[in-house]
């Protein structure tokens, strides 16, 4: 019997990202919605980021490849896609590339797929996959060209950053140098099958203290998934990219998250300097 483990395993990479492609090609998005929305609060602080979720082939092995944060930037020691903060200039410019098929990125099916969402929703896919590869390309040194679009993610909202996320997803087409920037520490893969696995996922418990209010500490738990090195050592994934793949999964592969609160309790105790950290970002540019 087929399970959510195997659905991809047996197949080759072409099957895989087949399979993903048609699946985000027609799954609703919210980019236009979410967007105009940004640039009318744009004088309150809402801002919006575009980042990729990359998947690569070793064998007919998949694995996500995400970055873990370094000490200077906030959210210090998470695992998170590559990505930032959208550059009106820079991104719209890259667009252009992007729209005409100048730059090869996006191409054939996925192509078509975006194309048939409308003309603003397929422009403005590819304002966020500019400003994602351009963000990539800056904290990894990942060559643009290296990397074939596979299709959009729904956004995801920030309500403590004020920022939306405009995921998209990307395989990388080959084996590449890391050159991380000082805002990544270093660039973690985790196996897809990993997130199939219900013993990989656990209960992370954060202690942290309110930024407004009473000042309290508050403790809370949260979903994550606990994945181990080839040196012995765990990296946990939770949060807002813990839940961009959530959706990722249940979109492509049907499946739901396990009970994580019967899973291994993780403690955690956030620094007071865990939300500190600016990326100036620029003009919310029209999506026309």
Not at 42 to 69: C, D, H, S, W, Y
Not at 199 to 206: A, D, I, Q, T
Request: aromatic share 10%; charged share 25%; with cysteine.
């Amino acid at each position: 019997m087929e399970t959510p483990a195997t659905r991809f395993s047996p197949h080759p990479s072409l099957d895989l990202t087949a399979r993903i492609t048609e699946a985000l090609g027609v799954t609703p998005i919210d980019y236009s919605e979410r967007y105009e929305t940004i640039r009318g609060g744009r004088k309150e602080g809402a801002q919006a980021a575009g980042v990729l979720l990359l998947i690569r082939m070793e064998g007919n092995t998949p694995f996500l490849q995400l970055i873990k944060r370094s000490a200077t930037v906030a959210q210090p020691g998470d695992l998170s896609c590559p990505g930032g903060m959208l550059h009106g200039a820079i991104d719209v410019a890259f667009r252009s590339l992007l729209c005409s098929g100048a730059m090869p990125v996006i191409q054939g099916r996925p192509r078509e797929l975006s194309r048939l969402r409308g003309h603003l929703e397929h422009r403005l896919i590819c304002l966020f996959l500019a400003n994602a590869l351009r963000e990539t390309w800056e904290e990894l040194g990942l060559n643009p060209l290296r990397i074939r679009f596979l299709g959009p993610l729904p956004t995801y909202s920030l309500i403590l950053f004020r920022r939306t996320i405009f995921p998209l997803m990307g395989m990388v087409d080959a084996p590449w140098m890391f050159r991380p920037n000082r805002e990544v520490a270093r660039v973690v893969e985790i196996p897809l099958a990993s997130f199939f696995a219900e013993e990989s996922y656990g209960r992370y418990v954060v202690t942290y203290t309110e930024v407004s209010g009473s000042k309290e500490e508050v403790c809370q738990d949260f979903p994550c998934l606990i994945h181990r090195e080839p040196d012995g050592t765990e990296e946990i994934l939770w949060g807002a990219t813990f839940y961009i793949i959530m959706k990722m999964l249940k979109i492509v592969f049907d499946f739901d998250l396990p009970d994580w609160r019967k899973g291994r309790p993780i403690k955690r105790s956030l620094r007071a300097d865990y939300l500190t950290g600016q990326r100036s970002a620029g003009r919310i540019p029209p999506t026309d």
